[in-house]
């Protein structure tokens, strides 16, 4: 109880702040947080890298073990996104099976790289109809402090760049491999709140806002997934300007952190 | 993806038929379950599908209500028979998605302010698909609220929109989802060009996604109409 009333107080707060033009963290309303990618930090992980967005904190890591295919595509690799909101990272997370946020989280990313084709699955095929790799991404989120979505999909194009396919550990000819990469899909996520729209939402933009939408682009300005959120609704306008802000905003990020 | 040789657009039409702007063929039943408070049976082209709406009722668990309104829940499920290879019974991933989505869509329209510590509980049942399910859904569900008496601001209404062989398609049948180049479902409050809900995957250009946003908007209009033509007639009866 209250709780709510300390999340209506900085509601209010929050739009104040918008209507004057400013933010809570003093950023213009296109910034972005201040990001840091690292990667290849986890040495079990075939590929792995850590993000930080401002205090959101997102570790991800792929790693690629033989499985069968789907009956429907027996020559391709399988890719299975997974997201974990674990208790450690914010008071409302609880320990258990996957929830909503958790599901959508992976959804959302899952279609960005499926979308964009970022992963070569033909490439995957170790024997038709038999055996092909089964990457799994996992997301591990370490503090959310807003905008998961955008440091999720970063963290898991920033592993996935440098994959090693681990042949050897399962017996298999190929030696050493690394897994091509050939889309780099970048997630963009924007809160609406009293018209304007905000680029990169901490947590108290993100819990203020009523409406919220990702766009996730590829290098060509491709779309390869959307997904809007929360409680509101969107004007034609506000949706189509955010995807051109998407698409813009993909492209910087893509420069800064995933060119070579 | 696409098989060789398969072609989902021959002299201008697709395989069903229809023209690119073209909804399949819809059919409403309001109000067809006895012991819920709303409830509507939709039909899409070959999709079926029954929503019902309970409540507001009592919210359990007690720490979950909410002091200020009523909480909306939904439960987006896939009957085991709807789809070709059987469904194994229960929430999966894609289910638990598209019922967050779903509800969504519906949220701006409810007055839930007028029912605190309740809840309002919505249950979509896909009875028989062919993609444009959780569209479907959403149209069902937003008449069985309107049937169940909730107070709301307006109708939503929801429909997908995609790209086949490169064309920007409307409301997009099983063979072309399968073999399509992209999807995008869309739900808003027609009257007020209001959308409430928007998803996209697989890939478009960004003209693609705004001719496509157009048309699905469009489509939303004529949905729209048919909703409440609907209710009107099954309370014109009374």
């Not at chain 2, 009523?70 to 929430?91: I, Q, W």
């Not at chain 2, 149209?139 to 062989?165: C, E, F, H, Q, T």
């Not at chain 2, 693609?208 to 014109?236: D, P, V, W």
């Amino acid at each position: 109880m209250g709780l709510e009333i300390m999340d209506d107080v900085r509601r209010d707060y929050i739009y104040d702040l918008v209507r004057g033009g400013r933010r809570e963290d003093g950023r213009a309303f296109l910034d972005y947080r201040e990001i840091k990618v690292e990667r290849d930090i986890i040495k079990r992980a075939e590929g792995s890298a850590r993000v930080k967005m401002g205090n959101t904190e997102v570790l991800v890591g792929v790693k690629l073990e033989p499985g069968e295919p789907f009956p429907d595509s027996p020559d391709k690799g399988v890719i299975i996104t997974n997201a974990e909101l674990v208790p450690l990272a914010s008071p409302e997370f609880e320990p258990g099976p996957p929830n909503e946020d958790s599901v959508q989280l992976a959804r959302v990313v899952d279609r960005g790289i499926r979308g964009s084709e970022a992963i070569d699955l033909d490439k995957l095929c170790i024997e038709e109809g038999e055996k092909v790799w089964i990457v799994f991404i996992d997301i591990h989120v370490l503090d959310n402090d807003g905008n998961l979505v955008d440091a999720a999909a970063l963290g898991a194009i920033a592993s996935l760049l440098n994959v090693r396919i681990p042949n050897e550990r399962y017996g298999l000819d190929g030696g050493e491999e690394t897994m091509v990469l050939s889309n780099k899909p970048v997630a963009v996520t924007m809160v609406d709140i009293g018209g304007e729209i905000l680029v990169d939402p901490n947590y108290n933009e993100e819990k203020a806002a009523l409406s919220g939408l990702t766009v996730i682009s590829n290098p060509d300005g491709t779309i390869s997934a959307l997904q809007k959120y929360g409680n509101g609704s969107l004007s034609e306008d506000a949706v189509t300007e955010m995807v051109e802000i998407g698409i813009e905003k993909a492209g910087e990020l893509r420069r800064t952190f995933l060119e070579p | 993806m696409k098989e060789e040789g398969l072609e989902l657009i021959k002299g201008g039409k697709r395989l069903d038929g229809r023209s690119f702007d073209e909804l399949r063929q819809i059919r409403i039943e309001v109000g067809v379950l006895k012991r819920a408070d709303g409830s509507c049976y939709f039909e899409l082209g070959d999709n079926k599908v029954i929503a019902a709406v309970y409540g507001p009722r009592e919210m359990h668990p007690r720490h979950a209500q909410d002091a200020k309104m009523a909480v909306l829940k939904y439960r987006y499920n896939m009957a085991p028979f709807s789809v070709d290879e059987r469904k194994r019974p229960g929430p999966d991933r894609r289910s638990v998605e598209i019922s967050k989505v779903s509800r969504e869509a519906l949220e701006p329209v409810i007055i839930k302010e007028y029912y605190p510590k309740t809840e309002i509980d919505v249950y979509v049942e896909i009875l028989q698909s062919d993609a444009g399910t959780r569209t479907a859904g959403i149209n069902a569900a937003s008449v069985a609220l309107a049937d169940a008496g909730i107070p709301m601001k307006d109708l939503v209404s929801s429909v997908a929109v995609g790209k086949i062989d490169g064309e920007i398609v409307l409301d997009l049948n099983a063979v072309e989802d399968n073999y399509g180049e992209a999807d995008m479902p869309v739900a808003m409050i027609a009257r007020r060009n209001a959308i409430t809900a928007i998803q996209m995957d697989g890939c478009m250009t960004r003209s693609e996604f705004e001719k496509g946003l157009k048309m699905a908007m469009n489509a939303c209009q004529k949905i729209y109409e048919l909703q409440r033509t609907a209710l009107i007639e099954r309370y014109s009866e009374m």
